[in-house]
């Protein structure tokens, strides 16, 4: 009688003649290249046109314009570094610029704590209707401009306002609200909360519960499975939505003037005040050149983090 063995049996990665393939054993088919068809290049064209039109043929044109001079109030064409050896040498730009990136990414990571629990209570506690309507809140927002949005708040936040008014019947304040950096963290939530929400709400509704319910099983609590298994799940969601928090402030203009009073400046401001002192166009473009750089190094950063490790 014929006795199984499991120990007769071939071993993969066994030296010698048990870690060979066995004869007829189905090979895994080489990866396939993606052919570019004229198909997709039609689709594609738009999207190419637009980013020829709006984004590099206005940023070649900055670069060139950082190289002209500006004499007797007249620009003229040339190739001068003086703009950027008069720009880079002059310390306020340096700490304005230092001051406008501190203020970016404290809004980006402030936004982000605050986004967290409201996006998670949206995807993980409301039914599907409610979520829908929690979405469609989160939009409603963005129907009003954001600089009408910016005035309201000046009559909330100035010193005879209304939190001050509320504030005073209990023998409190006034509590100076208005032209400082408290008003402009007021200003960059009123911008990005709304869509760091709407980008979290989007990446945890994908998190799988599975995974959730695997760690309740395994006997970790809520915190601890919100930390080691939700957060790293929608790592991708949370970081775009933190970098697109930081794009936003970073370049904002209408917080930092309005709510924050514009002094001390953020590089936005410092771009408006250099083309009204002498025409310096020129100058304002190697600042502008400046935050793009920033931007692009911060982008290719943030999503190079948020696909770290993950399969292609």
Same mark, same amino acid.
Do not use: C
């Given at each position: ?39 997709? $290049? /039609?689709?594609?064209? +738009? @999207?190419?046109?637009?980013?020829? =039109? &709006?984004? #590099? ?49 404290g809004a980006a990571a402030l936004t982000s704590l605050l986004a967290f629990p409201c996006a998670y209570a949206i995807a993980f506690k409301l039914s599907e209707g409610a979520r829908r309507w929690a979405t469609f809140l989160m939009v ?48 960059? $939530? /009123?911008?990005?909360? +709304? @869509?760091?929400?709407?980008?979290? =709400? &989007?990446? #945890? ?36 939505a933190a970098l697109f928090c930081f794009i936003l402030t970073f370049g904002d203009f209408v917080s930092p003037l309005y709510l924050g009073g514009g ?50």
């Open positions: 009688m014929f006795h199984y063995n499991a120990t007769n049996l071939p071993l993969q990665g066994a030296p010698g003649s048990l870690g060979r393939p066995a004869k007829g054993a189905a090979k895994k088919p080489p990866p396939r290249r993606r052919r570019v068809t004229l198909y997709g $290049l /039609t689709f594609s064209l +738009p @999207l190419l046109a637009w980013q020829l =039109l &709006f984004f #590099l043929a206005p940023l070649a044109f900055l670069v060139a314009l950082s190289f002209w001079t500006v004499r007797n109030f007249q620009m003229r064409p040339d190739f001068d570094l003086v703009n950027w050896a008069t720009v880079y040498s002059n310390p306020v730009f340096w700490q304005t610029y230092l001051r406008t990136l501190v203020l970016a990414v409603i927002p963005f129907f009003t401009s954001y600089l009408v949005r910016v005035y309201s708040w000046q009559i909330f936040l100035s010193d005879h306002g209304i939190i001050n008014a509320l504030l005073g019947r209990v023998g409190l304040g006034p509590v100076p609200m208005l032209n400082n950096t408290f008003g402009t963290m007021v200003g960059y $939530l /009123t911008l990005a909360f +709304p @869509l760091v929400v709407l980008l979290q =709400l &989007f990446s #945890l509704v994908f998190v799988d519960r599975r995974l959730i319910e695997a760690a309740h099983n395994m006997g970790a609590r809520r915190l601890r499975t919100i930390l080691e298994v939700v957060v790293p799940s929608a790592r991708v969601g949370l970081v775009i002094n001390p400046p953020t590089l936005s401001i410092m771009i408006t005040d250099t083309t009204k002192a002498g025409q310096q166009w020129p100058r304002a473009a190697v600042i502008a050149l400046t935050m793009i750089a920033t931007l692009l190094a911060a982008a290719f950063g943030a999503v190079g983090y948020a696909y770290k490790g993950r399969a292609r």
